[in-house]
Nanobody, 117 residues
Framework: QVQLVESGGGLVQAGGSLRLSCAASRSGFSINAMGWYRQAPGKQRQLVAVISSGGSTNYADSVKGRFTISRNNAKNTVYLQMNSLKPEDTAVYYC???????????WGQGTQVTVSS
């Protein structure tokens, strides 16, 4: 079992920056991949960025060069640094953690990011 606590969302003007954090508390399992997804109103949830246990990263094309995902394994925390934000980045952002050896996925509660034009 794992619990995820997200923080860092908010309202920002276009061109601004935000940093999201997601801290995972888990019992008896190792954490594999950690990632961020987002869901805008009326749209499906989509991948933003993911980072493996070894530090390999993958980004959605729409955020490449603007967002950076990182993790602190000692703190079981994943971060998403978002720069040059655009109004189309407005969404609820969810973190996702995959545990080993079960490969079960766990979602955070979501944090709202709103970018005004």
């Amino acid at each position: 079992q794992v619990q995820l606590v997200e923080s860092g969302g908010g309202l920002v003007q276009a061109g601004g920056s935000l940093r999201l954090s997601c801290a995972a508390s888990r019992s008896g399992f190792s954490i594999n991949a950690m990632g961020w997804y987002r869901q805008a109103p009326g749209k499906q949830r989509q991948l933003v960025a993911v980072i493996s246990s070894g530090g390999s990263t993958n980004y959605a094309d729409s955020v490449k060069g603007r967002f950076t995902i990182s993790r602190n394994n000692a703190k079981n925390t994943v971060y998403l640094q978002m720069n040059s934000l655009k109004p189309e980045d407005t969404a609820v952002y969810y973190c996702l953690v995959t545990l080993l050896p079960t490969y079960n996925d766990y979602w955070g509660q979501g944090t709202q990011v709103t970018v005004s034009s």
